[in-house]
């Protein structure tokens, strides 16, 4: 009777063990902390005669899809692919520009509820891509060495 209780003790212990916010691989539900990016989304600090947009789409609890590109006179100026995937545990942004033959991939290194992080060292440049959730918006900012880019988004309605 005596192991018992302290068996329980023990797990009701470990039960209430506090859950981690900044895990960076943990997903606990059909809902991601990825989910507040799907939609369609413009660029609010833009150069004048420039548009840019970015489209996320949610293709499985481990998988996103998205897109960002840059019009000018309704041309093409810009586009690059990302897949925002979960791979053996471990969370990747894999960035695909015109000129790249391989994606480029960055590693999940922050979340929280609001902000994530996404980094590659070894990368000229960016080295590091974080997004940070404000509602029916948010900004993303890629930096690495000296150079910081801010790039602020809508949704779009």
Request: proline share 1%; aromatic share 14%.
């Amino acid at each position: 009777m005596k192991r018992l209780l302290i068996f329980l003790i023990f797990s009701t212990f470990l039960s209430c063990k506090k859950t981690n916010h900044n895990d960076t691989n943990n997903t606990t539900s059909n809902q991601t902390q990825f989910d507040w990016l799907v939609g369609s989304w413009i660029r609010t600090n833009e150069k004048d005669g420039k548009k840019t947009f970015e489209s996320w789409t949610k293709s499985s609890n481990s998988k996103f899809l998205g897109v960002s590109y840059t019009l000018q006179n309704n041309d093409t100026i810009w586009k690059e692919d990302v897949v925002l995937s979960k791979s053996n545990n471990t969370w990747y942004f894999a960035v695909t520009g015109k000129e790249d033959k391989n994606p480029i991939l960055f590693k999940l290194s922050k979340i929280d509820d609001k902000s994530f992080a996404f980094e590659n060292k070894n990368n000229s440049f960016p080295k590091l891509i974080q997004y940070q959730n404000i509602g029916n918006k948010f900004k993303a900012t890629v930096s690495g060495d000296e150079m910081v880019i801010d790039f602020e988004f809508k949704k779009k309605d």
